[in-house]
């Protein structure tokens, strides 16, 4: 039986690499983009990308919570806007027939994996609040996805030892991963509409992405 008077350890906070991770690579692709599909000169986004994401960092080092998040929703949409960009010139391409069937396939792919990139980001930094409001809490036991830790009995979590549990962006890339490939939630259900509007975002963007692919390759067949 656990002692009562014993303290709970507190909750390690939640590492941030992994979505300063994410947004790079998403900026990095810009460089392997056609420079038809490219929004500008491929170091573009990268450098407004690391102008906003290093002051970022610092801030939440010395506990400038609302200005670090304010810089990383920026950089944020900065490769969103960006992928968004892309996304129309490659339908402007598909419908022009300017990209060769290699270039197709190659920007059709890096924007696919964009997209599930871009929309993990942003549920990771808009779920329960963030990352910084989630390392508040001792477990996750309310946002705007019901992970199946969360269902668990709560002795049972206690014995496996994620009494403390909490999603990090792995579980929201699984999630994004997932409605990219199968168009929907898996084991994740979605219970905020702002959610629920994203995830059909993500996936009318993945599915439109896959069904100009597979027009262009019929006809070139």
Do not use: C
Not at 206 to 221: D, G
């Amino acid at each position: 039986m656990p002692n009562p008077y014993e303290l709970e350890p507190e909750p390690v906070p939640e590492p941030r690499w992994p979505g300063l991770v994410a947004i790079l690579a998403v900026a990095g692709l810009n460089f392997v983009l056609p420079p038809s599909l490219r929004p500008g000169p491929p170091w573009v986004v990268m450098v407004l990308v690391v102008l906003l994401t290093a002051p970022a960092i610092v801030s939440h080092r010395l506990g400038r919570y609302q200005l670090a998040h304010a810089l990383g929703y920026t950089s944020l949409g900065i490769v969103t806007l960006a992928m968004i960009v892309s996304l129309t010139q490659l339908v402007i391409g598909l419908m022009m027939h300017t990209e060769t069937p290699s270039q197709l396939l190659l920007s059709a792919t890096l924007l696919w994996v964009s997209n599930i990139l871009v929309f993990a980001s942003w549920y990771w930094r808009l779920d329960a609040g963030g990352p910084h409001e989630r390392d508040l809490q001792r477990g996750h036991k309310d946002g705007a996805f019901l992970f199946p830790q969360m269902t668990l009995d709560p002795e049972l979590r206690r014995v496996m030892g994620e009494e403390n549990w909490r999603p990090g962006f792995v579980d929201y890339l699984f999630l994004a991963f997932n409605t990219s490939t199968a168009f929907s939630p898996t084991d994740v259900p979605v219970l905020s509409r702002w959610a629920k509007g994203l995830m059909m975002i993500q996936a009318a963007i993945s599915l439109a992405t896959l069904a100009l692919l597979a027009a262009r390759a019929v006809n070139i067949l």
